[in-house]
């Protein structure tokens, strides 16, 4: 285990909690916008930017601190067994000369 893990999993885990209020908060933004503020409207895509660039920090929290998954998952694995215990069994053209 890396000291660091600790760290990288709470920031992580602000950010994922932080993303789900903003897109909670998107929702109810988009469904309170007039009928007519369709994809493509200013009042739509000005709302749409806001709710993006309020998610950019959290997002980089994660493209920062994401492999820790990964480090954790191959600590978490078994070992595999070493190379050099595989049997070696000769080729054709490898016997013995006569």
Known sequence: MQSRWAYQL???HTALDRLEDLHEQWLTTRDSLPAHA???????DNALAEYHAESW????DWASHGQVL???????QPPSPPA?????TPG?????RR
């Open 38 to 44: 369709q994809s493509g409207t200013p009042v739509f």
């Open 84 to 88: 050099a215990a595989a049997v070696h």
């Open 10 to 12: 709470g920031v992580l």
């Open 70 to 76: 990964r480090e954790i998952n191959s600590a978490a």
């Open 57 to 60: 920090s959290y997002l980089d």
């Open 92 to 96: 054709p053209g490898t016997g013995v």
